[in-house]
């Protein structure tokens, strides 16, 4: 295959991790490795940037600055929800599509990287069918990031790990102090954490229990498994009989038996249609509270969570880099319309590798929490899930810190000279 | 004065912290150094474990344990909320009082340390009085410990730095989070921290904008500022003018111009009588996304925030810590009805020692941050409060891990043979 010289083009979309930086810097970081590679740019807020020819120049940022994503959280490009919609909005996107390519050629984009999750796995996937149909030759390459871990194929998703680490040791250290506040009367806690459709994220927190079933967290509500109140209030029970408290972590999407989320507030939409859930906990608050008259107090991680760069997982972070590097070194060697895929060799030893995947396989798939990775009764995770998880939040991600505080890198940006009228 | 020879009682009351196991430390580690000192006990749940003869045996603890204190959050010997109310119940704390000497003189404790907050002081004060009163020779030492910094005479107190300097990781971390996913149509996001009366916690957060005035947190509403509905929203939407995201802390106890609290569930109190609180944030939300029409998140960090050992303050620790053994060297020195504080020589380069402080003048006042350290307009802290705050976060403890999390010190507790009957 004839080498193929060009600029690169990266950016970022979607919720942002503790490490989606860390694979923008494999990317650039291995970028300059190949010298096929020319321009180096990053597109601003994803393909929204792009549509407005917003690029900035990573070669004229500092190398510190490129090694310091390896530690800073959130998306050093900005991102967005923006998506291509073919199917409800075909001439919009069509319309899009054309913009993106009158960009790509106007600054000679021949690699293509697009770091985010399902949405933008579909997006990156739809880029490389259009430009495999117009002959325009870019190749494209999707490098997979969600808190959410709920893409297919690859083992787990980079920035999965990271949430898990810093909630388990959230869950831990209120463990810590609910269990030392309590008192005869017992107290319950609810920790909601983020985690839509699949319960990859509120499952991970098992590991806080570090193999003591008497540890918190006593119960775990997945969205995978429909909420049962009854059997939910007899556990909150007897956890408070045998330990004088108990903590729960629950899910956003926790779900009743008619698949309603418990805690939706269907009056608000995010950009791609998803209902915007916020009251998981206070809903089941409401319940503890109202049916057993217990202390009941509830933490709410938000965004808090998917940002911990303090408290990373080094693992995650090396995977994260790794994906980068090796979605790099795929379009170099001439593929097109892949992801990085982490594939698991052995867990104990934690041993992985990293193979491509065609996007078509990964774009809009979701993938959950196998049930028999959870309990009979529903209400934990089981060994064959800590086995999975138990690896990806080991080692802790070094950060400088400034006057007390994490010092994160925030890039220069130096804009691209824009080469095409303003998008209309 | 004469040697007072005889056993050590230390116990710990109210809302645990990062660092009030580092106070223990201080007191035990101390008390190991002077001959006087026999036996070492602790009271779990505070004086509510004494009450019910509920004491454990301190050197039957590995040493490595008790280092560990240093580093381990929330209440090791555990806590209560329990107070001897003379006022609303007095036969009842009379009745409690008698108790609480049947037990110290059973055990023969000549040295009494309690661990707490602003009504653990005036605990810890009234056994004293007692104590005097009935010429029961013991000398009784308050070690202060509140992250709510409402203790008077202290320059600050311990367990404040450190959760200072997590709320502030956080804020910046979200700040990065919300800021790259902020697109025209702009978002906001309320992060609601502890903070009863005194709004020292909301105000620390200040720091996170490490003097960059467009660094989160934009608006930090404090308990001491009525809230004004119009000026807020005002200022939001000048914030997300300037750059499309803007960060609001909140402190659970913002009031409105009556002085009702705006987050306020009136209907359930806590032991001390106080509204518990825990809706200021998704009231503001209501109020940002009715009126302005803007996507709006919360985060309530509730528990999380005072457990926080992950990212405790160095600083704080090492005052916590100081603060028990000055409290063991003035009681072994023949003080009594006293508590350690912490006295600011200066702020840079930041240097402190430690005066003992009649527990008189420290009980049930609450000390609220004053209103010239807070902007003319009220929405932030200004430069006196930062030279203020800004030591007390710097440095990290160290903490040792274990498959990735945190490895927290738990005490053996092995029960001290009881010599009374039971409780009635």
């Known amino acids: 295959m004839a080498e193929l010289?060009?600029?690169?083009?990266?950016?970022?979309?979607?919720?942002?991790?503790?490490?989606?930086?860390?694979?923008?810097?494999?990317?650039?970081?291995?970028?300059?490795?190949?010298?096929?590679?020319?321009?180096?740019?990053?597109?601003?807020?994803?393909?929204?940037?792009?549509?407005?020819?917003?690029?900035?120049?990573?070669?004229?940022?500092?190398?510190?600055?490129?090694?310091g994503?390896?530690?800073?959280?959130?998306?050093?490009?900005?991102?967005?929800?923006?998506?291509?919609?073919?199917?409800?909005?075909?001439?919009?996107?069509?319309?899009?599509?054309?913009?993106?390519?009158?960009?790509?050629?106007?600054?000679?984009?021949?690699?293509?990287?697009?770091?985010?999750?399902?949405?933008?796995?579909?997006?990156?996937h739809k880029i490389h069918e259009e430009a495999v149909r117009r002959s325009y030759d870019m190749r494209v390459m999707g490098v997979p990031k969600t808190i959410d871990n709920d893409l297919p194929h690859t083992d787990h998703c980079p920035g999965y790990g990271s949430v898990v680490k810093y909630n388990c040791a959230t869950v831990m250290?209120?463990?810590?102090?609910?269990?030392?506040?309590?008192?005869?009367?017992?107290?319950?806690?609810?920790?909601?954490?983020?985690?839509?459709?699949?319960?990859?994220?509120?499952?991970?927190?098992?590991?806080?229990?570090?193999?003591?079933?008497?540890?918190?967290?006593?119960?775990?509500?997945l969205p995978e498994i429909p909420f049962q109140e009854e059997a939910f209030l007899k556990r909150v029970t007897e956890t408070v009989a045998a330990n004088k408290y108990c903590?729960?972590?629950?899910?956003?999407?926790?779900?009743?038996?008619?698949?309603?989320?418990?805690?939706?507030?269907?009056?608000?939409?995010?950009?791609?249609?998803?209902?915007?859930?916020?009251?998981?906990?206070?809903?089941?608050?409401?319940?503890?509270q109202g049916k057993l008259n217990l202390k009941t107090r509830t933490i709410l991680l938000g965004y808090a969570q998917r940002a911990a760069g303090h408290f990373a997982s080094a693992t995650d972070a090396e995977e994260a880099a790794a994906c980068g590097a090796a979605a790099l070194r795929g379009a170099?060697?001439?593929?097109?319309?892949?992801?990085?895929?982490i594939v698991r060799i052995s867990s104990q030893p934690y041993k992985w590798n990293i193979e491509l995947q065609p996007l078509v396989d990964v774009a809009n798939v979701e993938h959950c929490v196998p049930r028999d990775w959870i309990s009979e009764d529903g209400f934990l995770p089981n060994e064959k899930f800590i086995e999975y998880a138990a690896p990806l939040i080991v080692g802790e991600v070094k950060i400088p810190t400034e006057n007390g505080l994490p010092k994160y890198v925030v890039l220069n940006k130096n804009p691209v000279e824009k080469k095409l009228p303003a998008r209309v």
């Not at 499952?203 to 003591?212: D, E, F, I």
């Not at 950009?271 to 009251?279: C, Y």
């Open 5 to 67: 010289i060009g600029n690169l083009l990266i950016a970022q979309s979607g919720g942002p991790t503790s490490v989606i930086n860390a694979s923008v810097a494999g990317v650039i970081l291995e970028a300059g490795r190949h010298e096929c590679i020319e321009e180096i740019y990053g597109g601003l807020n994803g393909i929204l940037g792009i549509l407005n020819e917003d690029l900035v120049d990573l070669n004229d940022e500092l190398q510190k600055s490129i090694e």
């Open 69 to 124: 994503l390896k530690y800073t959280p959130a998306a050093a490009l900005s991102t967005c929800r923006y998506k291509l919609d073919f199917k409800k909005k075909p001439e919009k996107a069509a319309k899009d599509m054309d913009r993106l390519f009158e960009v790509f050629q106007a600054h000679n984009i021949r690699y293509f990287f697009y770091v985010g999750g399902n949405d933008s796995q579909d997006t990156a």
């Open 173 to 221: 250290e209120v463990g810590f102090d609910v269990g030392s506040m309590a008192t005869d009367g017992g107290s319950c806690c609810i920790i909601e954490v983020m985690g839509r459709a699949a319960g990859w994220i509120a499952a991970g927190t098992v590991l806080a229990k570090q193999g003591n079933p008497a540890n918190p967290p006593h119960i775990i509500l």
């Open 247 to 288: 903590i729960v972590v629950c899910g956003e999407g926790v779900k009743n038996a008619n698949g309603e989320e418990i805690g939706a507030d269907k009056t608000s939409l995010d950009a791609f249609g998803h209902a915007v859930l916020a009251g998981a906990a206070e809903k089941l608050k409401e319940i503890v």
């Open 332 to 341: 170099t060697d001439g593929k097109s319309g892949f992801m990085p895929k």
